[in-house]
């Protein structure tokens, strides 16, 4: 699971911190010192580590912490509130339409795990109640299209394509027009990926949105990837907007950096994260629930 060798980390300078019954400013600069470098050895970005260090400092060098009866559990309570702020406190939830018929575009690099992750998102929305349809837009790969389709068919949710058009928006507004008359109340629209950002995908991308103008867009991004992945959710947001992120493959070794740096970063949520290659491995993003599983 991602994580393992900052919690290691964070852990082991809390340990310290506890053992001690009165913490001085020096134990406090040393122990944030500790906590920069394993936040920077996690592939924090530079920036968000800086005032996440400052931020803490600040809060734990008040006399209210150091004249207290536990002041390492203080300091650890305020990381641990500093954590969660940092990946966007409350969870962020799915905007459904008001209207009954909600339209999701899925938007990102290739191989970051776009498709997989319409069918896991389609499959989440099936167990909650939601009739979806999944579209194929990819007009460049007639592969990614039967792939959006084996996918339907796992999880049991019908795909619409137009293999002979070459106009994603044409597709896009075509599924719109086609779900809604069957009664479908979610569309999830996936889109061509590209190793890069590039003028083209960005255009096409434009195209579709205005279309169809989704509720969300949401962009799939690879924690694997780490900064890599925090420039993406940035260059996506700046040219197309983006609504919130999918964060995929945190249950393999990524050092976790891009699930603290997104927020900050791009100002945009987490909204999800992918935990497993199966149909059923993703999770509603819980910064709570992540920050307790990073310092133990
Ligand atoms: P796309 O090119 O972005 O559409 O990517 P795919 O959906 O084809 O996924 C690329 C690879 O990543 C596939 O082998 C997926 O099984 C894998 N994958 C996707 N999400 C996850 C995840 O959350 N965890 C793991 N371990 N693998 C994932």
């Known amino acids: 699971m991602a994580f393992e060798s900052l919690s290691d980390k964070l852990q082991g300078v809390f340990k310290k911190l506890k053992g001690k019954g009165v913490l001085t400013e020096a134990d406090i600069n040393e122990a944030m010192r500790e906590v920069k470098l394993a936040l920077l050895e996690a592939d924090v970005n530079f920036k968000v580590v800086k005032d996440f260090v400052s931020a803490v400092k600040e809060k734990s060098l008040g006399s209210d912490v150091l004249e207290s009866l536990t002041p390492g559990q203080q300091v650890i309570k305020i990381v641990n509130d500093e954590l969660v702020g940092l990946m966007g406190g409350a969870n962020s939830k799915l905007t ?8 999701l575009l ?4 290739q191989g970051t795990g776009k498709t997989t992750t319409c069918g896991k998102l389609a499959n989440y929305l099936k167990k909650n109640g939601k009739k979806p349809m999944l579209c194929a837009c990819d007009i460049y790969r007639p592969a990614a299209i039967d792939q959006l389709e084996v996918v339907g068919k796992t999880v049991d949710v019908p795909v619409f394509t137009m293999r002979d058009c070459k106009e994603p928006e044409v597709i896009a507004e075509t599924a719109v027009k086609e779900a809604e ?11 061509a990926g590209r190793l890069q950002i590039d003028e083209a995908l960005m255009e096409e991308l434009v195209r ?3 279309a169809i103008k989704p509720h969300e867009i949401l962009l799939v991004v690879d924690a694997m990837t780490g900064q890599d992945a925090v420039n993406a959710a940035a260059g996506f947001d700046d040219k197309l907007g983006i609504d919130g992120v999918i964060m995929t493959k945190l249950d393999g070794d990524a050092r976790g950096g891009a699930a603290l740096s997104v927020k900050q970063v791009t100002g945009k949520p987490i909204k999800f994260i992918g935990v497993g290659e199966k149909f059923d491995a993703l999770e509603p993003f819980h910064p709570e629930r992540m920050a307790s599983r990073i310092l133990g």
Do not use: A, E, Q
């Open 181 to 191: 008359l069957k009664g479908f109340d979610v569309l999830i629209v996936d889109t």
């Open 208 to 210: 579709v949105k205005k």
């Open 106 to 109: 899925m938007v990102g690099l």
């Open 96 to 103: 459904y339409s008001p209207r009954g018929f909600t339209i």
